[in-house]
């Protein structure tokens, strides 16, 4: 009789934690993180890709936001040691704007951490960097 019953409740607990839908702002903040993680990893093909319009941007204009964005990691580089990792602290929805504002933490390896606020917009179902 016992087994059953904490057979009942350990299948209450698994369908529940199945059942678990993430919001938007979850899916904003995790999505917003894993592009500048790939800016971490000098993947700047697909931190761009991240970008809501950047599906249709002439040749010369994504070469040049390619090298914005190697250039800015090499400043990042020189003036911390680089960044040590990045974590989303919270989102919030902008009504006005129509964005949903995720606030991430850069962490550097001198200790210091910046805050910025990352606007993504809902794509097609997926979520991306305005």
Request: a negative charge; charged letters at 25%; aromatic letters at 10%.
């Amino acid at each position: 009789m016992k087994k059953a019953f904490f057979l009942a409740v350990a299948m209450t607990v698994l369908s529940a934690c199945n059942s678990y839908q993430m919001t938007p702002e979850e899916k904003a903040q995790e999505a917003a993180v894993a592009y500048y993680n790939s800016l971490l990893a000098g993947e700047y093909e697909a931190f761009l890709n991240g970008r809501a319009t950047m599906d249709s941007i002439p040749d010369n204009y994504r070469e040049r936001l390619l090298n914005i964005y190697k250039q800015f990691m090499l400043r990042q580089q020189e003036e911390h040691g680089g960044i040590a990792g990045i974590e989303a602290t919270h989102a919030a929805t902008d009504s006005t704007l129509n964005v949903m504002q995720v606030f991430l933490n850069l962490n550097f390896n001198d200790s210091t951490k910046e805050e910025i606020v990352v606007p993504m917009v809902e794509k097609d179902g997926e979520w991306k960097m305005k």
